[in-house]
């Protein structure tokens, strides 16, 4: 397995560009960052990531959402509209249910899409016109493409998204459809999107904005940034867990690369690392199979299938980057079942936190690692959801309740009601 460790005192290479640039994890190779356009190490294939000659302390953090963070990313400023700032919120019948020492769910819903992926664009965009290209191209599941279309849009490119067809929910493509972009519906699973989206990147057709790029991810570092000062400001300490879906797993792979950042300039101690701990679908778990059977590679699932469509993934590009995140940071990895998501997924909206079944999985996996003994409940633990509730609507209507019929008389309205259990009352059947 490639070393992943960051140098102590960082030197900028040659190729550096404003003190920035590309450094392979397999073979260590540095690239320059802006002169050529590259997604992974043309030495020997390995995967990418973006290195600077200074690692920020939480002092060099200014101002507002994902752009606070300049200290830790390429640029000063990129395409916003603005992202970041989203909320942490307590959820104490949740908590209690779960039964660890404090829960809070980080909703990356509330940005400007609906998704955690407008972090990572907000930074992969900026570079794309650093690079002078002009068209811009994912393969998705959904939540990717509506935040490529509205950033592209944003900046005046276009964009071509690529979705495995009848797969991707309504609420998704509508935004991708809004926005301008052009849609494909691939013959193919999202894997099998992400192969032509590549081969199109590699004849020059399109600038990739999949996680492959490594520049997604620094902007999807920030998500850890803004954990870790919100909850040292609330609680005075740093959490003991972060637990998050998996699917690309670029979102593992960007909080172990904060940490190890953050660790470099003495502002994180070693020990205060949160463990990261991914969760998985039962039919789309690729990584927990390699974290149960101890391999260093993850072996691609040709068939997927979850009611959890953003991480219906079999084929986790970033899985070199997030496996020694999970193991090096003391975490797991777990999948869950289609049923205990759905679960999740009502007992989050009976706290008023609204999130897609995807999202869902984490606050799924952590109950399953509490009452199995791999959490202790004892824990700080944040989870971390990905999407809002309306990226799949018709998923939240099937998991939500049914209208009923009454008839026009509020003596009788009252009858009908008589009896009745409301929604808040369920919260530890739903658990």
Known sequence: MANLELPDDPVAPDVAENGVWLTCVECGAEHAPFDDI??????????????????PTFDDFDGEGVWRYNAALPFEEGVSLPEGNTPLHEVPRLEEAIGVRNLRIKHEGMNPTGSFKDRGMTVGVRVAQELGVDRLACASTGNTSAALAAYGARAGLETLVLLPEGK?????????????????????????????????????????????????????????????????????????????????AGNTAALYKCFRELVASG????????????????????MVEAIEEGNDEVRRWEAVETIATAIRIGNPVNAPKALPGIRETGGTAVSVSDEAITSAQRALASEGVGVEPASAASVAGLKKLVQSGEVSTGEDVVC???????????????????PQSVPNDTDRILKHLEGKKGHLSKMKELL
Request: proline share 6%.
């Open 38 to 55: 590259i997604y992974t190490c043309p030495d020997c294939d390995g995967l990418l990531e973006a290195r600077y000659d200074a690692y």
């Open 168 to 248: 991707v929910a309504a609420g998704k493509i509508a935004q991708a459809s809004l926005h301008g972009a052009r849609i494909l519906e691939v013959d193919g699973n999202f894997d099998a999107c992400l192969d032509r989206v590549q081969d199109l990147a590699d004849r020059g057709e399109a600038y990739l904005l999949n996680s492959l790029n490594p520049f997604r991810l620094e902007g999807q570092k920030t998500i850890g940034l803004e954990i870790l000062e919100r909850f040292r400001d609330e609680e005075g300490r740093f959490p003991d867990r972060i637990v998050l879906p998996v699917g690309n």
């Open 267 to 286: 502002a994180l101690a070693p020990g205060d690392v949160p463990k990261l701990t991914g969760v998985q679908a039962e039919g789309a778990a690729p």
């Open 384 to 402: 971390l959801t990905t999407g809002h509730l309306l990226k799949d609507p018709d998923a939240a209507a099937a998991a939500g309740n049914d």
